[in-house]
């Protein structure tokens, strides 16, 4: 009895070897794309094909494709930026263990602010609810003025996510404002935080304007004092919105 249970359980796990298979070959065959450098088309294609196959494929594929994806932020290989990006997106489409693999390659990228870019801007397109802290924090805050402008504008493409968490999206963004506006204040126009300040006010203002449900201010100031109503009652309902990055 005890052989004919172990000899149904080394069948059970022989089967699910097989049922695998197809999946595993799929991010094997996704990963080999990542890999190889090629650009365009092919890479868009490589990333579908990686996001629909992950979560069933065993667990041995699931950590080379990571790794393997993770990889190509190493400056030595060269990407491209919007190569980086399509790394970013499909790691932060691959689920919490992706995530926590970009915020690895974040790490990695102190010093890098086009791969920090690349992967805010990954973050932005995933559409990924959990992504939208990353891009609060450190994404927002970022030092490089570039870097927080595609978080900003990134910011605008999670209009789907829950009231509570827009509502926190909303006052995060009123307070970069804030921070920028005053950081500026009286500082000449050649200053990094003039060029930061004239760099980061369009962005904040239009994405302010999408996750508001269409308001329109041009300051710091006028937001905050829209966004204190809402102390007290609901944000308005959104309509359908562009997608930004």
Known sequence: MTRMRALV???????????????DRN???????????????EL?????RMVANFKKAGPRYRTAALRGIGAQFNRKLKRSEEYLEVAAETLA?????GLRELKQQWSANKSRPTGRRAIVRGWARSENPKALKHILDPGLWDKNRYVSEAAIKGCANFTQVKVGTRKK????????YKRVTDAAA???AKSKEAQAYTLLKPALNETLAVLSGGENFDS??????????????????LGDTPKQG
């Open 44 to 48: 868009e294609d490589a990333r579908d």
């Open 27 to 41: 991010v094997e065959a996704a990963l080999a794309v990542f890999r190889s450098g090629n650009a365009g088309g």
């Open 93 to 97: 489409r691959c689920g919490n263990a």
């Open 186 to 188: 009286g500082k000449p």
């Open 169 to 176: 999206t909303l006052q995060k963004l009123i307070e970069r």
């Open 220 to 237: 710091a100031l006028a937001w905050a004092e829209w966004f204190k109503q809402f102390s007290t009652k609901k944000l308005p309902p």
């Open 9 to 23: 359980a080394l069948l059970a796990l022989a089967a699910a070897a097989y049922a695998g298979q197809p999946y």
